[in-house]
C-alpha cells in the first residue's frame, strides 16, 4: 500500500513557475514508478510526467515538453514536479500516482493523492 499526498499547488501568474511535490507513505516508495496527472474541468484526467523508480527515465506529454521537470528523492519518498512557463492552460487539478511499472496510461496506475489545483492567471 501506498499513500499519497500532494502540495504545492496555488494561483500565479502566466510565465511564473511553481514546484510540486507529492509526499508518499510506506517503505516501498522506491520500487515505484511515479506519475503526475492533470485534470481540467470538464476534461479527461490526463498524463503529463512519469519516472521510472530509479529515476533513469522520465517521460513528458508533448504540452509539457521543456516547460516541466519530474524528479524524484527515494530518501525523502517525494517525487516532485518543477513547473516553469506557465500558461493559462496549465490550470488544472495535479494529481500524482504510483504504478509498480513506469507508463502515460492512468488505468495502470494503482495508487493516487487526493490532487491539488494549480491556477494560472492571463
Known amino acids: 500500500q501506498v499513500q499519497l499526498v500532494e502540495s504545492g499547488g496555488g494561483l500565479v501568474q502566466a510565465g511564473g513557475s511553481l514546484r510540486l511535490s507529492c509526499a508518499a507513505s510506506?517503505?516501498?516508495?522506491?520500487?515505484?514508478?511515479m506519475g503526475w496527472f492533470r485534470q481540467a474541468p470538464g476534461k479527461e484526467r490526463e498524463f503529463v510526467a512519469a519516472?521510472?523508480?530509479?529515476?533513469?527515465?522520465?517521460y513528458y506529454a508533448d504540452s509539457v515538453k521543456g516547460r516541466f521537470t519530474i524528479s524524484r528523492d527515494n530518501a525523502k519518498n517525494t517525487v516532485y514536479l518543477q513547473m516553469n512557463s506557465l500558461k493559462p492552460e496549465d490550470t488544472a487539478v495535479y494529481y500524482c500516482?504510483?504504478?509498480?511499472?513506469?507508463?502515460?496510461?492512468?488505468?495502470?496506475?494503482?495508487?493516487w493523492g487526493q490532487g491539488t489545483q494549480v491556477t494560472v492567471s492571463s
Open positions: 519516472i521510472s523508480w530509479s529515476g533513469g527515465s522520465t
Open positions: 510506506g517503505r516501498t516508495f522506491s520500487s515505484y514508478a
Open positions: 500516482a504510483a504504478d509498480a511499472s513506469v507508463g502515460a496510461d492512468r488505468y495502470e496506475y494503482d495508487y
